[in-house]
C-alpha cells in the first residue's frame, strides 16, 4: 500500500520505517529539511534502539522516502498516517500542527478527485478525530467524510522499544469513521498477526489516554504505599511486591508454571514516572474532564504523588548526617535506553539539588547532550567516566536504571570513605552494599 507519514518525529518515523520494512511503499512528510535530508541518507536524527539498520534496509530498498513537499507525497498515496506532535500547553494538547495539517490535507482533497483515508496516529483527547479534523477537512475540501476516509490508529510504543512494540505488537486499535477507511488499515496490518480491535475513532482516543492512566496510575499508587511504608519503618516494599504479586489475578498459574507479567515492574517504587506521554496524557484526561464539568480525583492525585516524590529523594539527602554537598549524579534520562529527558524525574531532583548550592557531576550514557542543553548552571559538571568520580564525591545518585550502574555495589566494595548512596530506582541490592548508607524509595 502507499502511505504517507506526516510528522518524523519518534512515532512517525517508527511508524514508517516499521510500514515500509513489511513491504508498504511510504514516504515520510516533515517540514524540517535537515531531518529529510539525514532520514533520506539513512541517518535518523531520535536514538531508538534497531532503527539505524532499519531506516538504512528500507532507504537502500526504495521503501522509505522522506520530503518536505506534502502535495507530492498526498498524490502519491491510498492513507495518510498523522503523526504530529501534540505537547502539552497549559495542561491541555495543543493541536496547532494537527490543525494545520488537517487544513493542508483539506486543501489537497479539494483540488483532487482520488479516495484518501485520513488517519490520526497521533495521541489526541476523544473526539478529536471525529469533530475537529473532520470539520476542518470538510471545510476546506468542501466534501463530504465518506469522499475521504477518517480514522485513528493509536500508538503503544515505548521508548527504548518502540521497534519490538511496533513490529509485534500486542493489539492494533481500529478506530474508523467509514468501511472503506476501516479496510485499509486491516489491509495495512495484514502482515501483523495480533488480535485488531475495530471500534469508533474516540473508543480508540480513548484507550489510547485509559491505558496510559492506568500505568501511571499504578506507579503513583504504589509510589504512595512504598513511601508510607518506609515512613512506618522496618518494611521493604519490595517485600510487599512480591506478596501482591503472587495473587494468582497478577500472576496466573498456566501448565504448572507461576507467570510474572510485566505490568508488575509498574509497582517498583521510585522517583516517579516521567516522559513524553505519561505526564501529559494523564493531565491531558484531566483537563478534558474538568472541562466537561467532572471531578478528576484520580487523576489529580495520580499527578499529585508524581510531582512529590523528586522531594523525597531530597529529603534522604537533608536529612542523612553527611554534610557534604558534592554529588555525582548517575543517569539522566528518564528511563534506560533513551537519550530523553523530558519529564524525567533525575532532573527534577538534579534542578532541586542546584537551587539549593549543590555540587554536582553528573553521568549518563546517551542523555548528557540533551541536559547541557536544558540545564546550565556553574555547579554542574560532567563525567564520560563515572567510576572515577565516585571517590571525589562523597553523595552517590542513582537518577536512572541503567544497567552499567549496577557495577556500583563491587566499585563501592573497594572503596574505604563513607559514601551515601540514593538509589531512586531500586537498582541495587542493599544487602550487598555494608559499609556505606544505602538510601532508597520503599525502604
Ligand atoms: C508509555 C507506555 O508504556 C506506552 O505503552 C505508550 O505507547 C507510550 O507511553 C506513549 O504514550 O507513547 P514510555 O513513556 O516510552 O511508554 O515508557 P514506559 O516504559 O512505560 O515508562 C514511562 C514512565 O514510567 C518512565 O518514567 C518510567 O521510569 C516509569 N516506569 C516504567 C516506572 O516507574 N516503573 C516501571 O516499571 C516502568
Known sequence: MKITVIGAGYV????????????????????????VNCLNSGTPHIFENHLENLLQTVVNDKLFSATTDLNRALENSDLVLIAVGTPSLNGKIDLGQMKMVSNQIGKFLRKSDKFLAIVVKSTVVPSTTDSLIKDIIESESEKKLGDFGLGMNPEFLREGNAIDDFMNPDRIVI????????????????????????????TAEMIKYANNTLLACLISMNNELSNLSSTVGDIDYLDVIDGISSDNRWSPTINNEKI????????????????????????????????????????????????????????KIENSPLASKSVLFLGLSFKPNTDDIRESSSIKILNLLLSRDYNIIAHDPIAVKNTKKEVQNTRLKF???????????????IGTNWEEYKKLTSILGEEKSKKLIIDCKRLLDSSEIKYHHYSTYGK
Not at 510500514?19 to 511510504?26: D, N, P, R, T
Request: glycine share 8%; with cysteine; charged share 20%.
Open 12 to 35: 512517525g518515523l517508527v511508524s514508517g520505517v516499521c510500514l515500509a520494512s513489511k513491504g508498504h511503499q511510504v514516504i515520510c512528510v516533515d517540514v524540517r529539511k535537515e531531518i
Open 175 to 202: 478506530g474508523f469513521e467509514d468501511f472503506r477507511t476501516k479496510n485499509l488499515l486491516n489491509q495495512l496490518y495484514d502482515n501483523w498477526n495480533c488480535q485488531k480491535l475495530f471500534v469508533n475513532s474516540r
Open 260 to 315: 510474572y507479567p510485566s505490568i508488575i515492574s509498574y509497582f517498583t517504587p521510585g522517583a516517579g514516572f516521567g516522559g513524553s506521554c505519561f505526564p501529559k496524557d494523564v493531565q491531558a484526561i484531566r483537563t478534558l474532564g474538568e472541562s466537561l464539568g467532572l471531578n478528576m480525583n484520580m487523576s489529580n492525585s495520580i499527578l499529585n504523588v508524581n510531582d512529590n516524590q523528586p522531594d523525597v529523594a531530597l529529603r
Open 383 to 397: 563525567t564520560v567516566d563515572w567510576k572515577s568520580e565516585i571517590k571525589n564525591n562523597d553523595i552517590v545518585i
